[in-house]
């Protein structure tokens, strides 16, 4: 018996001792990035590798906590995946057919070209698999910022003379599974789907979630329905809409939850028609600065009703296809829709959007916006998830700024309208920096001879001066020390051949990077897995993140 006893108390000795060294591991690896210290598999101090990204001016916390919050971020995935193609992104589409005015047989020769962005490009791949592998990096790229899912819009279940929608559409879904923690809503597109019969747009819809409801990335509520989106949705009738849920239950046994996604921000006349079979209310909203107060007025709305409100976030958006464009003031659009938000204690949020290159405003990162809007909805979805603001833990500056006054002339023997203001009219032609500061200092745009500064005390300042020809230069100035100095990559000039109303970006987070070896950027990125990397001056922009 004494034996025994030995042996069991040693055993627990054990136990406990391995218990004991757990937790003491665990405490360590859960401080390592908030220690002050550069440890681990750090960049910088706190940040990198596991950490939070070090091109943030904050500490992201982690997934898994964004993930649990009550408020949800989702964003539209409107057509355009990072690439075309798996070969290099200087010959693909994009490149070849949708920037060029002479693309797609002179198609957008008359506005200058159907885009002045595209996605950052991703170097060739040699895969099969590519577009899956694509959609996977997609994803991984708008979770680490924050967003809980897409809605991902759909009209066909066609691969003919489309690019292959319908294949590209899967791939996105079944990538969302594989990465797991990522919801996916099919949100059909009513406007494109306007001359089909109601009884055609019907069978198409549960012949989508028929091949499309096994997958575990489709959104359901807690009860089990399944999340169905409807762009423009009052394109269709309360009758059509409740065929639809009536069919989907007696035909599939599933059963749907309609979110109603209305132009602006929907009318009472709109809620009151739809109010029976659409179970939320949502809005496409308007890129232009907003006041707090303004998004609780809909929330209200729509509760009249008894629907929730899911709000829309804009950035910017500037269309050459139609001759319009919104006046986003700079930043302002994304910084004031986000405080209204929070002020305004909306509950759910859907980015406006996440790849729509043709209307610039995608949020993904771009070559003509990088990662401006990226990095500073990472900033608000944190905020707005967690309900604290996060603490600035590094300096960094952001600027935006266009490559032209609205005013400089363009040539009319090529473009044959100008591009109108449609609201926030008639537009500014400002320079902006946006800086995020651990102790006051002062803010400097410096154009040629025209300098313009500000003294600012802590935490997110921002500057703006009237835009002059040259790429300006920021600086953050103190204690008549320059901290740092950051020169755009963008060139405003006084004439252009088409009219480009897109607010162009850049930060001293992401710098553009030379290299003095003779290996090219791209290589040398790769080589080294330099996050910075997302600009080399003689090679396209290079997403590695």
Known sequence: RSLFSFIIICMMNLLVTILVVWCVFVALCAATCSDGVRDGDEVKVDCGGSCSPCEWPFNAVSRASLRSSPRK????????????????????????????????????????????ERPLPRQARTETNWQALDAEADIRLAAQMGLDG????????????????????????????????????????????????????????????????????LLKTSSGQYVLGAFYADKRSA???????????????????????????????????????????????????????????????????????????????????????????????????????????????????????????????????????????????QWFKTNVKPVIKREMLFYSHRLQNLSAPYDTTKQTKPFVCKANCPG???????????????????????????????????????????????????????????????TAVTSVTYQDFLYRGGSSSRVALTTSSGSTCAAFCVANNVAKCNWCAADPMWLLR
């Open 73 to 116: 971020v989702y964003a539209h995935w409107h057509y355009y995946p990072i690439a075309m193609s798996k070969g290099n992104a200087t010959a693909d589409y994009f490149q070849t057919q949708y920037i060029p005015p002479t693309g797609e047989n002179n198609k957008h020769i008359t506005y200058g070209g159907l885009m002045r």
């Open 150 to 217: 897409y809605y991902l819009n759909m009209w066909t279940m066609s691969d003919t003379n489309n690019g292959g929608l319908w294949t590209r559409w899967v791939n996105v879904v079944d990538a969302a599974a594989r990465v797991g923690s990522f919801d996916i809503v099919p949100n059909m597109d009513l406007s494109i789907m306007e001359s089909m019969s109601d009884l055609d747009a019907t069978n198409l819809i549960l012949n989508i979630y028929a091949a499309l409801k096994s997958r575990t990335s």
């Open 239 to 381: 009758a059509w809409y409740s065929n639809l849920k009536t069919r989907a239950t007696a035909e599939q046994g599933i059963r749907f939850y309609i979110v109603g996604v209305f132009l602006g921000s929907g009318s009472d006349a709109i809620f009151s028609t739809l109010s029976g079979p659409v179970d939320e209310f949502a809005g496409w909203g308007t890129a232009i600065p907003t006041t707090v107060g303004s998004f609780n007025r809909t929330k209200v709305a729509a509760a009249k009703y008894g629907k929730p409100w899911l709000q829309p976030v804009s950035n910017q958006d500037f269309r050459p296809y139609t001759a319009a464009f919104w006046e986003a003031a700079n930043t302002k659009t994304i910084r004031t829709h986000w405080e209204t938000v929070i002020t305004d204690k909306i509950a759910n949020v859907q980015l406006v959007t996440w790849n729509d290159q043709a209307e610039h405003h995608a949020v993904r990162p771009s070559t003509g916006k990088q990662w401006v809007a990226y990095d500073l909805n990472a900033y608000y979805i």
């Open 428 to 490: 500014s032609d400002l320079v902006e920096v946006v800086a995020f500061l651990l102790t006051p200092g002062t803010l400097e745009i410096a154009q040629g001879s025209s300098v313009t500064r500000k003294d600012v005390s802590a935490g997110l300042q921002t500057l703006t001066a009237t835009l002059r020809a040259g790429a300006p230069t920021f600086r953050l100035i103190r204690n008549g020390a320059t901290v740092i100095t950051l020169k755009s990559s963008f």
